[in-house]
T-cell receptor, first 114, second 112 residues
Framework: GAGVSQSPSNKVTEKGKDVELRCDPISGHTALYWYRQSLGQGLEFLIYFQGNSAPDKSGLPSDRFSAERTGGSVSTLTIQRTQQEDSAVYLC????????????FGPGTRLTVT | GNSVTQMEGPVTLSEEAFLTINCTYTATGYPSLFWYVQYPGEGLQLLLKATKADDKGSNKGFEATYRKETTSFHLEKGSVQVSDSAVYFCALAKGTASKLTFGTGTRLQVTL
């Protein structure tokens, strides 16, 4: 079946604009994770969903970042008033359920804030 | 908090050489340990994992053993190939959420 997909693959935006990044997890996977990969910070966890609930938002770097998940499937990560330090590759992963199961990663969205 | 430290790269080896990439971790309790690989132009893929002390994870000729006494999970391969050229990430996960905490990644370049 299809893997995790993310859109757009690349996004260039001006500082101060809002952006939305989309993740389509593997069908039937109830756990969904967002990570960020940047040169300065490496790979870091942002937020985790189990179903439509987000029990762990501890990695969101500021209140400009938010995420939601609807229907236990698609998730959207929104960054408001983007800053240059938000430039990174945003990765989404899904897992069959919460717990120590393999996380399957999408190809990522490369965000560049100019 | 939890953290993972892995050797800095890049690591450059000739084909058929022996590979070791060191990884140590800091965590309370008993995390699960992982190696992920990112091939050029591709997404992160799970390479192998171990969920308890003394477990050995293995895949595609790669091995790593969960050593609690030294808090380590070193990646090894007896004979690398050019196709193994990639970035390798050591990671740990704990608890119900099992969010991954990654090391900084080690780039491996294998030449003929």
């Amino acid at each position: 079946g299809a893997g995790v997909s993310q859109s757009p693959s690349n996004k260039v935006t001006e500082k101060g604009k809002d952006v939305e990044l989309r993740c389509d997890p593997i069908s039937g996977h109830t756990a969904l994770y967002w990570y960020r990969q940047s040169l300065g910070q490496g790979l870091e966890f942002l937020i985790y969903f189990q179903g439509n609930s987000a029990p762990d938002k501890s990695g969101l770097p500021s209140d400009r970042f938010s995420a939601e998940r609807t229907g236990g499937s698609v998730s959207t990560l929104t960054i408001q008033r983007t800053q240059q330090e938000d430039s990174a590759v945003y990765l989404c992963a899904s897992s069959v359920t919460q717990g120590v199961y393999e996380q399957y990663f999408g190809p990522g969205t490369r965000l560049t804030v100019t | 908090g939890n953290s993972v430290t892995q050797m800095e790269g890049p690591v450059t080896l000739s084909e058929e050489a022996f590979l070791t990439i060191n990884c140590t971790y800091t965590a309370t309790g008993y995390p699960s340990l992982f190696w992920y690989v990112q091939y050029p132009g591709e997404g992160l893929q799970l390479l192998l994992k171990a969920t308890k002390a003394d477990d050995k994870g293995s895949n595609k000729g790669f091995e790593a053993t969960y050593r609690k006494e030294t808090t380590s999970f070193h990646l090894e391969k007896g004979s690398v190939q050019v196709s193994d050229s990639a970035v390798y990430f050591c990671a740990l996960a704990k608890g119900t959420a099992s969010k991954l905490t990654f090391g900084t990644g080690t780039r491996l370049q294998v030449t003929l």
